[in-house]
């Protein structure tokens, strides 16, 4: 059977690849400009406007039937989702999802075309804003696959969806636009495809996984309280800080010793704050967390292990029960395991083969990074989703790194640099290749 499905997916691309190089060849420039445009004006999560806008008015152009400011987040405020639909006579729907969003990193990687955006964060920090997870990338190969794919209609049947998804990195713009009544108002698609690039593979090669593929991702925000005082008098009062420091150490113990080890899991303290000033005992302190797991089993023991800590930390403390250490799991600040669909996952795996090339084809392992994509695929997967892996990284820089045992900057850091030209052809290529294999 999968000599029959690599067979059929190298006669289609054989017969689409004329059609495939003239359209890359004709629209890579703009399309390196539309990266670099995007890449230096980032917007963060829940403020995806100049962004959606592109995205809109290049599906537009491109003759799609364009709708925007879609979805609906828990607040009652709307989103910037974008949703391109292209109805081809009968056949199957395939949704082609792309996310929008940009991280508070300050760049640090010295381009040419890097960003200088500053913004606040929700807790008033002052914070650049990158492209530091390559949503540019997406973005612009989701732009070349929706021009791609309408100059080429005689090679597909169906209805084809792009979505321009906002806010990722907080993972509740998928659910946004679920709640917004996505497949009411446009359908209901049969597949689901999309990518993410890596930085451990180089720019021309792709990377797919079948079955669980990303861990699951819970928010936890958590709250130390104390007794604010005079830093000079410490035992009039109970100090949130130290409190705070000895939480953070022991729940990394949560893995190491309450975690079954053959069960990988995470827990991050991404954000820490608390105090005025250097000689004040502050009354609280504020934490927010993120875990990784594969198993609900996995998921619930962190989850039971930083309440029976946070309850440790209050008795230790001495401190009476309103004053008691808060743990809140933000259930909307949350995704799923990320699953590729095993057979969809072997389609799309011979339809990447046929276009790029055996050796461009890497069989790849989990990662603990999330990802809200699969939300649209439903709770019970009954929706097939592919997400499968884009190679971004400089091929030589990637060689000398490995060849010196490291690793070059990867996604949520501020030299994350992704070579653009390659990946984007990369990525238009590939997407548009799997995007016309499961459109006939």
């Keep these: 059977m999968r000599h029959r499905s690599l067979a059929r997916s190298a006669a289609f691309f054989l017969a689409a690849a004329p059609f495939v190089a003239a359209s890359l060849c004709a629209q890579q420039t703009d399309l390196v400009a539309v990266y670099k445009d995007i890449h230096q ?9 100049r962004t959606s806008a592109i995205v809109a008015a290049a599906l537009r152009q491109a003759g799609y039937t364009v709708t925007d400011h879609i979805g609906v987040y828990p607040d009652g405020t709307h989103a910037f989702g974008v949703v391109g639909v292209m109805k081809n006579g009968a056949g199957p729907t395939l949704l082609v999802r792309a996310d929008m969003d940009a ?15 500053m913004t606040k964060t929700k807790s008033g920090q002052d914070t650049g804003v990158m492209h530091a997870c390559a949503h540019d990338v997406h973005t612009t190969v989701l732009i070349g696959t929706a021009r791609a794919m309408a100059a080429n209609r005689a090679t597909w049947h169906g209805t084809l969806m792009l979505v321009g998804q906002p806010s ?31 930085n451990t593979l180089a720019a021309g090669t792709v990377g797919v996984i079948a079955g669980p593929a990303m861990a699951s991702s819970t928010s936890v925000d958590v709250l130390i309280q104390g007794i604010g005082g005079h830093g000079a008098q410490p035992q ?4 949130p800080v130290t409190l705070a420091a000895l939480f953070i150490t022991q729940i990394q113990t949560i893995v190491s010793r309450e975690e079954d080890p053959q069960n990988p899991t995470v827990v991050t303290v991404g954000d820490i704050h608390g105090g005025t000033k250097r000689n004040i005992i502050p009354d609280e ?10 198993t609900d089993k996995s998921r619930q023991t962190v989850l039971d292990g930083l309440r029976a800590m946070a309850a440790g930390i209050t008795t230790s403390a001495a401190l009476p029960p309103e004053k008691a ?22 389609q799309v795996r011979g339809t990447l083969i046929a276009a790029l090339g055996a050796s461009n084809v890497i069989d790849m392992g989990r990662l603990m990074g999330s990802e809200d994509v699969g939300v649209f695929g439903l709770a019970d997967h009954s929706i097939p989703v592919v997400y499968f892996r884009l190679g971004a990284m400089d091929p030589a820089k990637l060689a000398a790194a490995q060849a ?5 900057p990867g996604m949520h850091t501020s030299h994350f640099e992704p070579l653009p030209a390659p990946t984007i052809a990369t990525g238009v290529k590939a997407m548009t290749a799997v995007a016309t294999s499961l459109l006939q």
Aim: glycine share 6%.
């Design 285 to 294: 302190v504020k934490l927010e967390l993120t875990t990784r797991s594969f």
């Design 41 to 49: 004006h980032p917007e963060l999560s829940h403020h995806e406007e």
């Design 404 to 408: 010196a045992g490291q690793q070059l």
């Design 103 to 117: 991280l508070p990193i300050i760049e640090e990687t010295g381009l040419p075309y890097a960003s200088h955006v």
């Design 236 to 239: 009039l009062g109970r100090d």
């Design 325 to 346: 250490a808060k743990v809140t799991v933000l259930e909307d600040e949350s995704a799923p395991v990320q699953v590729n669909d095993p057979a969809l996952s072997e």
């Design 168 to 198: 990722e990195e907080t993972i509740d713009g998928a659910k946004a636009m679920l709640a917004d009544h996505l497949y009411e108002r446009f359908g209901r698609p049969d597949r689901i495809i999309g990518l993410h690039d890596i």
